[in-house]
């Protein structure tokens, strides 16, 4: 058995504009833009992160925006002008793992809800906390939680691909990721079904460890 577990392993082939400036946000490495495209990648434990971002970066021509090490779980997403260059990057973590990336766990929906014509107190309370847009009264919200954190990227890209949303808050550390969606009630619709039709397409294992 592998040491390291591979939680989240995708690519974002072209970053959309808000998300791009979501990622630029919470960054604390180097900002990424529009149009470009990112590599993702989630393991267990944490602190090996940091020598597969050594081994990206060394790789080929790519630029770490976010790294985050906690004890049990460690993310990193490099991006690049180049789609070519992000996926050689997570090519060379996954040869260094000795992986495929069939070897990733497949993403879990646990939440999918809605809350159409949301009151003006609710929406303060979440804006309060929020990183990307603001949701406004009488939008509807769309609420994703996905297992593993990492996929929570790749559900808010796929939503702006899709319809006209405003991102809200995007979560994609930790045991479980978090989407914050709003916006219309017709485009809302749109991004989750969407969003959960991208995740299902998703391969890999299920948390039992089985591959698929």
């Known amino acids: ?31 990424p833009v529009a149009g470009q495209a990112c590599t993702i990648v989630e393991i267990s434990p944490g602190i090996e992160i940091n020598r597969l971002t050594d081994i990206a970066l060394k790789a080929t021509n790519v630029t770490p925006g976010i790294q985050i090490v906690e004890r049990l ?31 990733r766990m497949r993403p879990r929906v646990l939440t999918s809800q809605l809350i159409k014509n949301i009151s003006d107190h609710h929406a303060q309370l979440i804006n309060k906390v929020r990183y990307g ?15 593993p954190a990492g996929y929570a990227y790749f559900a808010a890209n796929e939503a702006e691909k899709a319809s ?4 809200i808050n995007v979560s994609g550390a930790g045991r479980y990721g978090r989407v914050y969606i709003a916006g219309q009630e017709s485009e809302v619709l749109v991004s989750q079904d969407i969003v959960q039709q991208r995740l299902a397409e998703l391969s890999g294992r299920d948390p039992g460890g089985d591959s698929e």
Not at 73 to 79: A, C
Not at 133 to 147: A, K, S, W
């Open 73 to 103: 779980f460690g993310m990193l997403e490099v991006h690049s002008d180049s789609q070519g260059d992000a996926r050689q990057a997570g090519e060379a973590i996954l040869n260094e793992l000795n992986l495929t990336e069939a070897d």
């Open 133 to 147: 847009n603001m949701v406004l009264r009488g939008d509807t919200l769309y609420v994703l939680e996905v297992e």
């Open 164 to 167: 006209h949303i405003n991102i």
């Open 1 to 31: 058995m592998n040491a390291i577990d591979l939680r989240t392993f995708i690519l974002l082939d072209s970053l959309q504009p808000q998300m791009a400036s979501y990622i630029s946000t919470i960054s604390r490495g180097y900002f």
